[in-house]
């Protein structure tokens, strides 16, 4: 192998549909940036919301978040297909395109939630498990996030990522000062965070997914932090749609595949 240059890529979700992710839409278009906005199409009550979704859909992608925001692990069967099937059909005909992410409401999934997922044409899913960047996707509908705003993010998973980023520099002052952040102002923490990332030399090409929630970052007053953790993560990184990371690291697999073929 020769001096390749890697990249890191950062995949930038958003999910729950309200009119905070038009702010969101803004701040990314001045960076020159797009992201996947995940939509619980129950939340479309009116050509309003209608009109939110398409014009997200102008310039980023548009994923389902399933169609009323259940805990799927919890219902029948019948009903999970009933909510991925519901909410992709309601966003096709809104988007004029196909819709092939899905984010798990609550991250909450099984084998028969992610069967289902994919016999409904979903390529590509995002959970809620926190995990360092990837750099071989084991499911593309399995995909863990290396940070997201839940209140239930897990203090070890934070600190295995940090490990790893971190090396020996790791220490346990690192892990508090962000922990703390996490409680305060988790858009803050995701800057720290980001910021730790610009002396970690991935060995391949990686891929980091972030999960944050407009509505948060409204009630949090957090508007600059976005802006500045989008600067700080194209400076760290490329961001792309998880629909293009999916194709890059698809890609990426297959070579490896022929690779060790010959
Ligand atoms: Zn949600």
Known sequence: MGAELLTLYIVLTFDDLTPDMLTVSDILKSAGARGTFFINTAAITSE????????????????????????????????VYGELELSKQILERIVKREVKSFAYPYGAHNNIVVEAV?????????????EPPTTTVED???????????????????ENLL????????????????????????????????????????EEDALAIILLHPWKVRELNAWRELEQAITTAKAIGKIATLEEARKTFAAKQNNRKLELRR
Request: net charge neutral; hydrophobic share 35%.
């Open 140 to 158: 593309f509908l399995r995909l863990p996030v290396v940070f997201h705003d839940f209140l239930h993010l897990n203090k070890e998973a934070v």
């Open 48 to 79: 309003n919301e209608e009109g939110i979704v398409k014009e997200l859909a102008e310039s980023h992608e548009i994923g389902s978040h399933s169609h009323s925001h259940p805990d799927l692990t919890k219902l029948s069967t019948e009903m």
């Open 163 to 202: 490990k790893k980023l971190l090396k020996e520099r790791y220490t346990q002052t690192t892990l508090e000062h962000l922990w703390r952040q996490v409680a305060e102002n988790p858009v803050k923490a995701l800057n720290t965070l980001l910021e730790l990332f610009k002396d970690w030399e991935p």
């Open 118 to 130: 994919r016999k409904c044409g979903y390529t590509v899913a995002r959970t809620t498990i926190v």
